[in-house]
């Protein structure tokens, strides 16, 4: 700036602490208003400034709090509704279910369980449930290979459905499974042991003891016969669940 001005131009409407006056013969104690050219005491400017700055920090040390209160809720709503729109295709049980049996039939097995877990959850009291948890137990174990959701299946499947006419058969899967496939024989003597606590008559009963005795051995040449279809898919299905 010439003429002895210096400094850089203030902003509209404010004081410029930077400009001297002194050329003027004005105090050094005031300055010139940068839009109407006005003397102000250098005080006047100090104080609108510093006003102006509070004013401009109040947003900012309440934009602090509540971003950390509103961003996280706002995530996690955002993530639920996505999850909610994305496992709710609005299909029916028997419609659901048709689907799976459909994608079994054809070999898309991840798309079978995904149809099945979702009758699971949403319409857990239906009989098309109860099948769909049994299947999705075969499918995991036989299909994809899955062990460990295969076990998780059959479990849920016992405590949703305890007395399912096929609960038997999905507790004595979970000790098969334990000791033949993971190898984890305390939990398999724990599964067999509560089977026959809970099935002592069960037609499964004596391959739970024939597994208790021989847990650890090789399951090709010590398998009980009894045991030899359970894994099948032609197996019979829980009641009340029909392909249309």
């Given at each position: 700036m010439g003429n002895g001005v210096r400094g850089t131009p203030?902003?509209?409407?404010?004081?410029?602490?930077?400009?001297?006056?002194?050329?003027?013969?004005?105090?050094?104690?005031?300055?010139?208003?940068?839009?109407?050219?006005?003397?102000?005491?250098?005080?006047?400017?100090?104080?609108?400034?510093?006003?102006?700055?509070?004013?401009?920090?109040?947003?900012?040390?309440?934009?602090?709090?509540?971003?950390?209160?509103?961003?996280?809720?706002?995530?996690?709503?955002?993530?639920?509704?996505?999850?909610?729109?994305?496992?709710?295709?609005?299909k029916s049980d028997v419609t659901l279910y048709q689907e799976g049996r459909n994608a079994e039939d054809s070999g898309n097995f991840q798309l079978a369980v995904d149809r099945y877990e979702e009758i699971i959850n949403r319409f857990q009291q239906s009989a098309y449930a109860e099948s769909s948890l049994y299947r999705a137990g075969l499918i995991y174990n036989n299909d994809l290979h899955d062990v460990q959701k295969s076990i998780a299946s059959y479990r849920k499947f016992c405590t949703l459905y305890p007395k399912s006419k096929e609960a038997p058969t999905a507790l004595f899967l979970c000790g098969f499974l334990f000791n033949n496939e993971l190898h984890q024989l305390d939990s398999a003597k724990h599964v067999y042991e509560s089977f026959l606590q809970k099935y002592p008559s069960h037609e499964l009963a004596a391959s739970a003891r024939f597994e208790l005795e021989t847990l650890g051995k090789e399951p090709g040449s010590q398998l009980s016969p009894d045991t030899t279809s359970l894994t099948s898919k032609n197996s019979s299905e829980p009641s009340g669940a029909t392909t249309k």
């Open positions: 203030a902003k509209a409407g404010g004081y410029s602490p930077g400009i001297s006056v002194q050329k003027f013969g004005l105090a050094p104690t005031l300055c010139i208003c940068a839009r109407s050219g006005r003397v102000a005491p250098k005080e006047a400017f100090r104080r609108s400034a510093a006003e102006r700055i509070g004013m401009a920090r109040i947003p900012l040390l309440l934009a602090g709090p509540m971003r950390r209160l509103l961003s996280p809720m706002k995530y996690v709503f955002l993530l639920a509704a996505a999850a909610f729109l994305q496992c709710c295709s609005g």
